[in-house]
């Protein structure tokens, strides 16, 4: 199964910047696309931003133009520059994966998540 773990939150005022990470590691065939949710107090969980395994992102709208989503392959690992921040981005970040096990299934793992709190 594969384990992911979420790093890169904390505090940034208006208009700064912060950079996630969230690393995909335990016994997996590959990872295929890759994804940052997010939960905004007292909403329901959003998908932020997604990206391929040959590297194809798409974002929500909210996020396009300020959020850049990447992924290297060589650690499993995948990123979320986050520029521009508003108090409104301010949320319990989630990454999730979904992942070809070595019995070939195509599973889905989520990260703990991590807190990004936008405030002067």
């Known amino acids: 199964q594969v384990q992911l773990e979420e790093s890169g939150g904390g505090l940034a005022q208006p208009g700064g910047s912060l950079r996630l990470s969230c690393a995909a590691s335990g016994r997996f065939r590959r990872i295929n696309v890759m994804r940052w949710y997010r939960r905004e107090p007292g909403k329901e969980r959003e998908l932020v931003a997604t990206i391929t395994r040959d590297g194809v992102p798409n974002y929500r709208d909210s996020v396009k133009g300020r959020f850049t989503i990447s992924r290297d392959n060589t650690r499993n690992t995948v990123y979320l520059q986050m520029n521009s921040l508003k108090p409104e981005d301010t949320a319990v970040y989630y990454c999730?994966?979904?992942?070809?096990?070595?019995?070939?299934?195509?599973?889905?793992?989520w990260g703990q998540g991590t807190h990004v709190t936008v405030s002067s």
């Open positions: 999730n994966c979904q992942f070809t096990s070595d019995q070939l299934r195509l599973l889905e793992s």
